[in-house]
């Protein structure tokens, strides 16, 4: 069973900062992996997707890199503003269907 | 943009009593799924389906749940009865290979048992 940790389980920084948040998996045959932001008492919504035979993915001020030899991922936030604070969640997915979650990063964006 | 819906979005349901949720996935969705999430923890899967049919429902509590997806469309989970430790965010989401089966969640349903 794929095994996802990510680190570290809270983050606090100040608004305009650059960060990256960290998730590993132990099991480096992966067919997707997916990066989620999820709002307290909401669903999760999905930041990025990348796949197996790719090295990164970007969406405006966000960029998820892959290295499934070393069995990480990292989502990288530029300029961090307050509307950014959430928990992010990382998912592996190893043959399309299911996906592994980890139990996420509690981002904080002070003002 | 296509949505996930899930139905009622909020539940407080007393221990034994029966409850349901109801989850659309994106049209042309093959692949449906129920999630658990426990607060603090990440999502873990109940059942997948591929069209009507169960593809995996190993971790689902086969003695009080019970999960279908009769026309391969819209589906159903259902807890029969609710233990105070079913009280968790319930989540669908669908895939498909036009969307290189990543997901796309709804909004979940957030149970409470007391």
């Known amino acids: 069973k794929q095994e996802v940790t990510q680190i570290p389980a809270a983050l606090s920084v100040p608004e305009g900062e650059n960060l990256v948040l960290n998730c590993s998996f132990t099991?480096?045959?992966?067919?997707?992996l997916q990066w989620f932001r999820q709002d307290p008492g909401k669903g999760l919504t999905s930041l990025l997707l990348?796949?197996?035979?790719?090295r990164e993915q970007t969406s405006g001020r966000l960029n998820a890199s892959l290295d499934k030899s070393s069995g990480r991922s990292t989502l990288y936030i530029a300029a961090s503003q307050p509307g950014d604070s959430a928990t992010y969640l990382c998912?592996?997915?190893?043959?399309?269907?299911?996906?592994?979650f980890g139990t996420g990063t509690s981002l904080t964006v002070i003002p | 943009e296509a949505e996930v819906a899930q139905s009622p979005r909020y539940k407080i349901t007393e221990k034994s009593q029966a409850v349901a949720f109801w989850c659309d996935p994106i049209s042309g969705h093959a692949t449906l799924y129920w999630y658990r999430q426990i607060l603090g923890q990440g999502p873990e899967l109940l059942v997948q389906f591929q069209d009507e049919s169960v593809v995996d429902d190993s971790q689902l509590p086969k003695d009080r749940f019970s999960a279908e997806r009769l026309k391969g469309v819209d589906s159903t989970l259902k807890i029969q009865p609710a233990e105070l430790g079913d009280s968790a965010m319930y989540l669908c989401?669908?895939?498909?290979?036009?969307?290189?089966?990543?997901?796309?969640f709804g909004s979940g349903t957030r149970l409470t048992v007391v």
């Open positions: 099991d480096s045959a992966i067919y997707n």
């Open positions: 998912a592996v997915s190893p043959t399309g269907n299911q996906f592994y």
């Open positions: 989401a669908s895939s498909d290979r036009r969307a290189n089966y990543g997901y796309t």
């Open positions: 990348i796949q197996s035979s790719q």
